[in-house]
Antibody, heavy 118, light 110 residues
Framework: QVQLVESGGGVVQPGRSLRLSCAAS????????IHWVRQAPGKGLEWVAV????????YYADSVKGRFSVSRDNSKNTVWLQMNSLKTEDTALYYC???????????WGQGTLVTVSS | QSALTQPPSASGSPGQSVTISCTGT?????????VSWYQQHPGKAPKLLIY???KRPSGVPDRFSGSKSGNTASLIVSGLQAEDEADYYC??????????FGTGTKVTVL
């Protein structure tokens, strides 16, 4: 069955970096774009980024553009989200999700928590 | 890109119907048929209910249906059941290669 497992979250100081991973299984990983979506504690969902199936296209929300970067290795069935210059407002549960065509997400991981605090 | 607007809460008795609206602009909902709806129970990941305005993934009961008119999309939950109590989010392609989510609606089954 389709499975997405995020890891790499933790507590980090403002201005520091963190790299999240999303390991996929149960489907042809190299055929699907992958999204990152975050949810601050007690708040709603916020789209963060997407990487195309072959990594040729990467798009970001304005709130993270220039600080976050997304990459993937189809031989490892893994997507990464590199987060630099972290701010307190980046504190959230970060989900990776498989793309449906046309910007929907049909399968989601359980999320990894990132806390940015001094 | 501003979040899509949803009512904070909605409620209904078991067996009744509840409709959740999702209002955007002519640049997102109004311009694309790429609206999705998600259900999220506390402590759980979102679950896809509807995609491309009105399509249901396999396994989603037909009690859940979606529609769109102009800049507003709607999710209708018919025959409300206790397990439908959850948060619901809409999303839309926002143009310019980005996605925007709604503010979320908490549905209570009375």
């Amino acid at each position: 069955q389709v499975q997405l497992v995020e890891s790499g979250g933790g507590v980090v100081q403002p201005g520091r970096s963190l790299r999240l991973s999303c390991a996929a299984s149960g489907f042809t990983f190299s055929s699907y774009a992958i999204h990152w979506v975050r949810q601050a504690p007690g708040k709603g969902l916020e789209w963060v980024a997407v990487i195309s199936y072959d990594a040729s296209d990467k798009y970001y929300a304005d709130s993270v553009k220039g600080r976050f970067s997304v990459s993937r290795d189809n031989s490892k069935n893994t997507v990464w989200l590199q987060m630099n210059s972290l701010k307190t407002e980046d504190t959230a549960l970060y989900y990776c999700a498989r793309d449906l065509p046309h910007w929907g997400c049909d399968y989601w991981g359980q999320g990894t928590l990132v806390t940015v605090s001094s | 890109q501003s979040a899509l607007t949803q009512p904070p809460s909605a409620s209904g008795s078991p067996g009744q119907s509840v409709t959740i609206s999702c209002t955007g602009t002519s640049s997102d909902i109004g311009d694309y048929n790429y609206v999705s709806w998600y259900q999220q129970h506390p402590g759980k990941a979102p679950k896809l209910l509807i995609y491309e305005v009105s399509k249901r993934p396999s396994g989603v009961p037909d009690r859940f249906s979606g529609s769109k008119s102009g800049n507003t999309a709607s999710l209708i939950v018919s025959g409300l059941q206790a397990e439908d109590e959850a948060d619901y989010y809409c999303s839309s392609y926002g143009g310019s290669n980005n996605c925007v989510f709604g503010t979320g609606t908490k549905v209570t089954v009375l």
